[in-house]
């Protein structure tokens, strides 16, 4: 009985051990310019960048609150556009104040094409891989703020 429950334990720890060895990192960049902020969550696994999550808040200045019908016409066409990627993911809520948009892509499921469209370029490559230094390198020559996770 003491065998079993040995060989027990020992199989949970290699269980354990195999699974807990696929490193997960983000990096959280963030860009402000007057009246409206974007917020990007790049998460990365051992086989590269799988994914990217934006969020865009756009204020809605007092004297354009009576446009609000017009904006969100102009967001349900973007919205009818990326989601039709494979991959992407595009929702919106707009109120009197703002606009909020939120953007998933899971870059797993992208072509290069496509990736080149959404600016991103073999230099952000290392070994045939997004690299997450590349991309915080990308973004801060272009000064926009970022932070490894």
């Known amino acids: 009985m003491k065998k079993l429950i040995a060989i027990a334990l020992v199989a949970l720890v290699l269980a354990g051990c195999s699974t807990g060895g696929a490193k997960t990192q983000t990096l959280a960049c963030k860009q402000e310019a007057e009246g409206a902020s974007m917020d990007s969550t790049f998460t990365f696994t051992d086989a590269g960048l799988t994914s990217l999550k934006q969020t865009t808040v756009i204020a809605i200045p007092e004297d354009q609150k009576d446009s609000i019908d ?44 496509t990736l080149l469209g959404f600016g991103f370029t073999d230099d952000m490559k290392v070994d045939g891989k997004f690299n997450i230094d590349k991309i915080a390198e990308t973004y801060k020559a272009i000064n926009i703020n970022c932070e490894v996770k």
């Open 70 to 113: 017009s904006i969100t016409t102009a967001l349900d066409a973007s919205k009818e556009q990326i989601n039709a990627i494979d991959g992407a993911t595009y929702e919106y809520s707009v109120n009197e104040t703002a606009a909020t948009i939120t953007v998933t892509y899971d870059v797993t499921k992208m072509d290069d094409e």
